[in-house]
């Protein structure tokens, strides 16, 4: 039999050849690895096989984390402070032999930047093919919402979400109908103000319980992020708490 260390040191030097071996899909389809050539890459069957043995963690935002994330992962925001620091402590008390970082996929930054700012841990990996990915081929290893994930079908598509949007010129003209809800942070709202009147102002982080609740009556809704992208997270609990009678600003607050 062999020991531990042995069997630890053995696992990751496979890895590592499993990684380098299937490194080939399109440039196109990863726009980002040529800038982070530095950074090794691990392939989504490749992580597969490697979930006992590596530390999978999510650099992605919490609201990110809590409504979809690989089974298993660990949430450490790629802004958290002593970010390398808090990865290796986590590595060492699950003994593990490597770490692999992902993020929302090919045209996120998160986890070649969370690779990289963590060169001191040995054997720590990219894996960029993102969370979507992994949910469509590998539901089984899938949390959405706080349950495994049951069929692919249960994620929201482009297209379901396109539905949902609004033009900036439809909400200003319709602007009196709608009851719109600013989820931005208090320096977003500061840095652009919104040309609506009565705005509720509720925090993305914040709106979760009034969800759950019908605090937020199902009439009317407008919801405005920044710039167009946190709103595609909140739809999953609009969705899982029954709400119909919403729509999203395109490209958020930015667009006006």
């Known amino acids: 039999m062999l ?9 990751a030097i496979l890895v590592s050849i499993a990684v380098i071996s299937v490194q080939s899909p399109l440039a196109e389809d990863f726009p980002f690895r040529k800038d982070f050539s530095d950074v090794k890459v691990m392939e989504i069957d490749t992580l597969f096989g490697s979930l006992k043995k ?10 990110e984390f809590s409504v979809i994330h690989i089974n298993g992962a660990v949430h450490i925001p790629l802004s958290k402070s002593k970010f390398e ?13 490597c770490v692999v970082f992902y993020c929302n996929g090919h045209t ?6 969370a690779s990289r700012k963590t060169k001191s841990i040995s054997n720590n990996f990219a894996y960029d093919a993102g ?3 992994w949910a469509t081929k590998y539901t089984n290893k899938t949390i959405l919402l706080g349950k495994p994930l049951r069929n692919a079908s249960d994620l929201i598509s482009k297209n379901e979400y396109a539905k949902y949007e609004v033009s900036k010129e439809e909400a200003l003209k319709n602007s009196a ?3 719109v809800i600013d989820t931005r942070t208090f320096f ?14 509720i925090p993305m982080q914040r709106i979760r319980p009034l969800l759950k609740r019908k605090i937020i009556e199902d009439k009317d809704l407008l919801f405005i992020d920044a710039v167009g992208k946190q709103n ?9 708490y029954g709400y119909e009678n919403y729509k999203f600003l395109k490209g958020g607050s930015a667009s006006l």
Do not use: G, M
């Open 108 to 113: 996120c930054k998160k986890s070649y930047k």
């Open 177 to 179: 109908s709608f009851n």
């Open 3 to 11: 020991n531990s260390t042995l069997q630890a040191n053995l696992h």
């Open 232 to 240: 595609k997270w909140l739809q999953y609990y609009l969705k899982e």
């Open 188 to 201: 977003q709202r500061t840095e652009k103000k919104l040309p609506f009147k009565n705005v509720k102002r």
């Open 131 to 133: 969370i979507f990915d």
């Open 54 to 63: 590596c530390l999978v963690v999510d650099v992605r935002s919490k609201l």
């Open 85 to 97: 620091e808090v990865v290796s402590e986590e590595k060492q008390k699950n003994k593990k032999s």
